[in-house]
Every structure is written in structure tokens, then in C-alpha cells.
């Protein structure tokens, strides 16, 4: 939503004073499977919610960004971090008591972090932790049918392409190479004409935007919600439910993140329907993934104060 508190305040303000419909997106806490184990946690269909966890590895930081891009993100923190952010907080209910992170810069020819490492805990005392790892070595979609963010199939060797593809960057030009890789790459940019470097990025399945064919559910990494009485976790198709028994939800052509947004946006215009990712919740997010950075420099807990609560 921004990159400040103070910022974020004032977007709000402004938006209340006139009676502006304000949602934050896009986020993959719109997908369909995590409405779906929301709609499910607040049923108490398998008891009360105990924990979440979730992790992702991926090629972000090989990805054609340019380093002042990076820099201003932090990397992945304030890139990706919300992503997490709001999947776990969706599912747990929104409101996040504190935070203890740790963040990494481990490639000195990128600027800002590469990795987090956070635990969350929710006022009512859940626990959650997310994992992030953007540096291109691992890649999680290896644990989910390889099926990446947006449901669509990712190559086994996505990671080692778009790694090359950058490896082969250097010397002054690195970032005007970067920039015109990215643009070059956008969803309805040109086609790289045979440009080996730009090629890589297309190998590794790296276009920004636009809607692919959708095989499967899309994942932002394997996530595990545990209840007192079962624990549920994404299948290609849904939700898989271990409880005495295991079974699967099936969730079919439910609405992608973008086209659900852009659904709910319409509702809160003509409709007046409530926004359910409004300014505060984009606030919400951004508090936690600010106090990643704060406590991993401080090497401390960090309390919150600016946390919404979900809106079923």
C-alpha cells in the first residue's frame, strides 16, 4: 500500500474524509483456496484454530528488477512479505499482536533482503510463521505439483534459467539491461527477438501480469493451517482435509485474484458493499512487515498497534 505508516494514515484519512472506496491490491489472499480454509477456520468445523505456517522459495531476487527497485522494496520484505502476510492473517483472523523476524542480504551483487524468517503471533495467541527465500536455489513449487503463483505450470528448472539469465549480467550496462529485460517481459511487452539474456527470463515462465490457463489452484508456497481436530493444506484442485479421514474439497473455476479484486471493487462501487481488503487491513499488513525489518535490526519482539480485524 505504501512504504510508510505516516503514509498509509493519510491515504486513509483522506478516503474516509471523502467517502472513497480504498482496497488494496493485488493480493493472493483473494485466491480461492485461502478464502476457502478462512470460510472454514471461522466455521469451527475442525475446532478451534491452533497454528499456520507457510514458506516460499523462489527465483524473486534473479527475476529482471532493477536494483534500485530492491532497494526501496527491501527486497523481498516489502515486495513479497505481504503476500504471506495477508494469506496468515486472513486466516487467523487479522489481528496480529507481535512480531520477531530475522532478514537476510546473503548476494552482494543485489541490494536488500533476500530471505525472511518471522513468527507471528495473533491476539487471541495463535501462532504463525512465514519463510521466504527468493535467491533461486530451492524452489517449493517442487512440493505442490509444480504449480506456481498463478495456478499455472512452472518448469522444474525455472530457478536455474532465470539464475543464468542474470549471472550473465555485468559490468556498467547491468541496469539498463535489467530495466529493458522487464519491459521486454511485461504481460503485452515485445518478444526478445532472440536476445539470449531476455530468453532465459522467458524460459524460467517470468511474464508479469495478464491471465494464463489455469490448471490447477494457484500457490504462494505450501502453507499447513492446523485445528484441534484436522489440518488442511492446499491440493491441486482445492482443499485437502486430514482429520479421522482425509478428503478433498474441490473448489473448481473459482474467480483468480485479480478478476476476484476487481469483482469486489465493482460491489463496494455500484453496491456499497463493504471493501473486504480496505485501506486499514492494507495498513495491517504493511505494520507487520515493517516490524520484520525492526526486529531484525533490533533483534527483538515487536508490538503492534495498527491491526485490522478480518471482514467476513
Known amino acids: ?32 483456496p485461502i478464502r476457502k480454509m478462512r470460510e472454514i477456520v471461522k466455521s469451527g468445523e475442525l475446532g478451534k484454530l491452533c497454528m499456520i505456517n507457510t514458506w516460499n522459495y523462489n527465483d524473486f531476487m534473479v527475476r529482471p528488477y532493477p536494483d534500485h527497485e530492491l532497494a526501496v522494496s527491501r527486497g523481498v520484505v516489502l515486495n513479497q512479505g505481504p503476500h504471506q502476510v495477508d494469506i496468515v492473517r486472513q486466516i487467523g483472523g487479522g489481528m496480529v499482536r507481535s512480531v520477531r523476524g530475522m532478514a537476510g542480504r546473503w548476494d552482494a551483487s543485489r541490494p536488500g533482503e533476500g530471505a525472511h524468517v518471522c513468527y507471528l503471533e495473533f491476539e487471541d495467541g495463535v501462532p504463525a510463521t512465514i519463510v521466504y527465500s527468493g535467491y533461486g536455489f530451492f524452489d517449493t513449487s517442487e512440493l505442490h505439483w509444480w504449480l506456481g503463483e498463478g495456478g499455472q505450470p512452472r518448469h522444474p528448472d525455472t530457478n536455474v534459467h532465470a539464475r543464468r539469465s542474470y549471472n550473465n549480467i555485468c559490468g556498467p550496462d547491468k541496469g539498463r539491461i535489467l530495466e529493458g529485460a522487464k519491459e521486454q517481459l511485461r504481460y503485452g511487452g515485445g518478444k526478445s527477438g532472440g536476445d539470449e539474456i531476455t530468453h532465459g527470463w522467458e524460459m524460467s515462465g517470468y511474464r508479469s501480469g495478464g491471465e494464463r490457463e489455469r490448471p490447477g489452484q494457484p500457490f504462494f508456497g505450501p502453507m499447513i493451517v492446523t485445528c484441534e481436530r484436522g489440518e488442511m493444506r492446499q491440493s491441486q484442485n482445492g482443499i485437502l482435509i486430514y482429520g479421522d479421514e482425509k478428503r478433498e474439497i474441490p473448489l473448481g473455476k473459482a474467480l483468480a485474484g485479480r478478476q476476484a479484486e476487481i469483482t469486489e471493487l465493482y460491489e463496494a462501487v455500484i453496491h456499497d458493499r463493504p471493501v473486504f481488503h480496505d485501506g486499514r487491513w492494507g495498513e495491517a499488513t504493511l505494520e507487520v512487515c515493517l516490524a520484520i525489518l525492526e526486529s531484525a535490526k533490533e533483534r527483538r519482539e515487536i508490538f503492534l498497534s495498527h491491526q485490522a480485524p478480518v471482514v467476513d
Not at 491515504?11 to 485466491?31: D, I, P
Request: proline letters at 0%; glycine letters at 6%; one cysteine or more.
Open 1 to 32: 500500500m505504501a512504504l510508510s505508516i505516516e503514509d498509509c494514515e493519510k491515504m486513509n484519512a483522506a478516503a474516509e474524509k471523502y467517502g472513497v472506496k480504498l482496497l488494496c491490491g493485488h493480493t493472493k489472499s483473494f485466491n480461492a
